[in-house]
C-alpha cells in the first residue's frame, strides 16, 4: 500500500508513552468476552501506547487476565445509560475511541451507545452492534470524525439498502451513503470497499479462510491506534483495512481451515515491520 511507511516513521530516541495514541475501548458484554480482547491487542500491536477498556464486568476480568498489557475498567452490569457519564469523564483522556463489538444487542444498550457517541469527542470506529444503535439516528454522526465499519447486513440495518456481491453495486452504495451521512464507511467483505463519499478505494488483502467471529474486532482495534496517531478517518479506515488483511494472509498460510482471529494479532506487527 502506498503511503503506509509514513504512518510508521522511524521514532525519535526520546519518544515517550503518549506520543502515538491512548485508545478507549467500549466492548463486550457477558456473553462476548472476545471482542474488547481482540480490539485492544490489536491497537496495541498496531502502536498504540495505552488501551484501556470498559465493558461488562466478565468481559473486563477475561481480558485483564488476557494480557496484562490491557487496562480493564468493569461494569456493575451490561452497559446502560447510567454509564454514560462515567465513559465521558474517561474519554477525555483518551485520543481515539472503539465502540460497539460484543455489546448486548438491546435498547438499553443502545441508548447509552448513541449518548457515547453524541457526547464523545474523540475519532472513533463505530463498529457491530453500535452501527446497529445509530441506524434510525443518522444525525447523531453530524460532526464526528468517525469510521463505521458494517458487514453487509449491517449496512442494510444502517442504510435501508441492500448491497450486492458485484464490487461495482458496493462501490457506488459506500460512496453514496458516506456522503449523506457526512462520515467514512468501510464495507467488510471479500474485497473491502472505503469511502469518505467524495473517494473510494478497494481493499484486496485478507483471505476466505478469514470467516470465523474476530477478524472484525481486530480490524477495530487497528483503525482505532491509527486515528489515536492523528490520522484522518479515511486514511485511517484504508490502512487498517489493508494491514488487518495481510496479517489474515500470513496467519491463513500457516493456519488453514483452522485460523483464529487471535492468531493474526502477532502477524501484524509483521505486515508493519515489512513495509
Same mark, same amino acid.
Given at each position: ?18 506520543? /502515538? ?16 480482547? /481482540? ?54 483522556? /483518551? ?181
Amino acid at each position: 500500500m502506498r503511503n503506509l511507511e509514513k504512518i510508521y516513521p522511524k521514532r525519535n530516541s526520546w519518544a515517550h508513552k503518549g506520543d /502515538f495514541g491512548y485508545v478507549l475501548i467500549v466492548s463486550g458484554s457477558e456473553v462476548y468476552s472476545g471482542p474488547p480482547v /481482540f480490539n485492544a491487542v490489536a491497537a496495541l500491536r498496531a502502536g498504540a501506547d495505552l488501551v484501556n477498556v470498559v465493558g461488562h464486568r466478565r468481559a473486563m476480568d477475561i481480558a485483564a487476565t488476557f494480557a496484562p498489557d490491557i487496562i480493564a475498567y468493569p461494569l456493575d452490569s451490561e452497559l446502560s445509560l447510567k454509564h454514560v457519564k462515567k465513559i465521558i469523564e474517561l474519554s477525555k483522556n /483518551f485520543d481515539s475511541l472503539i465502540i460497539g463489538g460484543g455489546l448486548k444487542r438491546d435498547g438499553k444498550t443502545y441508548a447509552a451507545i448513541r449518548e457515547i457517541i453524541r457526547q464523545a469527542k474523540l475519532p472513533m470506529v463505530i463498529d457491530a452492534e453500535a452501527v446497529r444503535a445509530i441506524a434510525k439516528n443518522h444525525n447523531i454522526l453530524k460532526g464526528k470524525n468517525a469510521v463505521l465499519t458494517p458487514h453487509s447486513e449491517e449496512f442494510r440495518i444502517l442504510t435501508g439498502e441492500k448491497v450486492k456481491s458485484e464490487i461495482n453495486d458496493r462501490k457506488i452504495k459506500i460512496k453514496k451513503w458516506a456522503k449523506i451521512l457526512g462520515t467514512t464507511i468501510l464495507l467488510k467483505g471479500h474485497i473491502d470497499i472505503i469511502s469518505d463519499g467524495q473517494k473510494a478505494v478497494l481493499n484486496k488483502t485478507g483471505s476466505p479462510y478469514m470467516t470465523k467471529g474476530g477478524f472484525g474486532d481486530t480490524l477495530s482495534g487497528i483503525c482505532g491506534a491509527l486515528l489515536a496517531r492523528r490520522l484522518r478517518p479515511f486514511a485511517a479506515a484504508t490502512a487498517a483495512a489493508y494491514i488487518n488483511g495481510c496479517a489474515g494472509e500470513l496467519a491463513a498460510k500457516e493456519y488453514g481451515e483452522g485460523v483464529l482471529a487471535s492468531d493474526i494479532l502477532c502477524y501484524i506487527t509483521k505486515v508493519i515491520k515489512n513495509l
